[in-house]
């Protein structure tokens, strides 16, 4: 019989709470780092920390699936980042007994073949995809990956991520006409990540 594990049982509040911990527990440090948009931070997280995860992958992907539109027919992101998102959105969605196709939006097309952009089975025109972002920092990434698809014939409105870090991904959007959304804050992460060490002191 195979091991059970709460991710795959908690209800979602439940299983929401479980997943920022883990966020906190082994996806976030703080210290001097560059991010990919070239800002600097006094912190960073990891969300691969998580979405590749063994438990981590189950719970993102049931707690991403709650969010998606009944109406869509993909999910689809930005590789690297996204890559584990779709994957495990749409097999928790086939457990479920939902159709959900996983797109992977390459950031430079291929480079022999058939030279795509995108991953995956071609859906019909018009298609609703929604794209799934990790960390939302200035929100470029994400943008990437709904223009590319819009290019495709694709009908992409609504982005959904793991992490904001209000550092004007969400303006971005909304001053593109894009539904924006995200499972947790930084300031939550954070928070918990605070209160972890707290108890880790406490401990010693």
């Not at 990919?36 to 998580?50: H, L, P």
């Not at 992101?77 to 584990?84: C, I, K, Q, R, S």
């Amino acid at each position: 019989m195979p091991i059970s594990h709460p991710f795959t049982q908690l209800d979602l509040p439940t299983l929401r709470f479980e997943v920022l911990n883990l966020f906190a527990e082994v996806a976030y440090k703080e210290g001097d780092f560059t991010l990919s948009s070239g800002q600097k931070s006094s912190y960073y997280i990891n969300g691969k920390q998580v979405t590749l995860h063994p438990w981590g992958a189950t719970g993102i992907g049931r707690l991403l699936l709650d969010k998606v539109p009944a109406n869509a027919t993909a999910v689809a992101g930005l590789t690297l980042g996204a890559d584990p998102l779709v994957t495990a959105t749409s097999v928790v969605a086939a457990y479920e007994g939902r159709s959900l196709t996983a797109l992977i939006v390459r950031k430079e097309a291929k480079g022999h073949g058939t030279q795509a952009y995108i991953e995956g089975p071609p859906l019909p025109p018009d298609s609703p995809v929604i794209v799934l972002e990790d960390v939302v920092t200035t929100g470029q990434s994400a943008l990437k990956a709904v223009d590319r698809l819009r290019a495709a014939g694709y009908n992409v409105s609504h982005i959904i991520a793991l992490v904001d870090r209000h550092q004007g991904g969400a303006e971005l959007y909304a001053e593109k006409g894009i539904t924006f959304e995200a499972l947790f804050s930084i300031l939550e992460i954070q928070g918990c990540w605070r209160s972890q060490q707290r108890q880790n002191v406490a401990k010693t």
